[in-house]
Nanobody, 116 residues
């Protein structure tokens, strides 16, 4: 059974940093076609923040380019989202996602709140 477990959310002041982690079990991250971070703010649609394809290319939403970094540690089977220079508009529930063999897997979500 594939599971993603997230950690690292919290409350931070504007300009601060947080690192989100998403530990995978039941499958190795390298076997996924794509791994991604999404976020959903209150009253808004879920949006893609960053993703890594099986080819290894990393893509970022324009709103986070230069501030967020998506990485993974294959030895720990964990993906990370390093978030720097946080802004109040980054406040949202962040969720990791992976697609493997046409199946989609989601983490439980972690709240990130950025105060002004």
């Amino acid at each position: 059974q594939v599971q993603f477990v997230e950690s690292g959310g919290g409350l931070v002041q504007a300009g601060g940093s947080l690192r989100l982690s998403c530990a995978a079990s039941g499958a190795t991250l390298s076997t996924f076609d794509v791994i991604e971070w999404y976020r959903q703010a209150p009253g808004k649609q879920r949006e893609l923040v960053a993703g890594i394809s099986s080819g290894g290319s990393t893509n970022y939403a324009e709103s986070v380019k230069g501030r967020f970094t998506f990485s993974r540690d294959n030895a720990k089977n964990t993906m990370y989202l390093q978030m720097n220079s946080l802004k109040p508009e980054d406040t949202a529930v962040y969720s990791c996602h992976g697609r493997r063999w046409l199946l989609s897997y989601w983490g439980q979500g972690t709240q990130v709140t950025v105060s002004s």
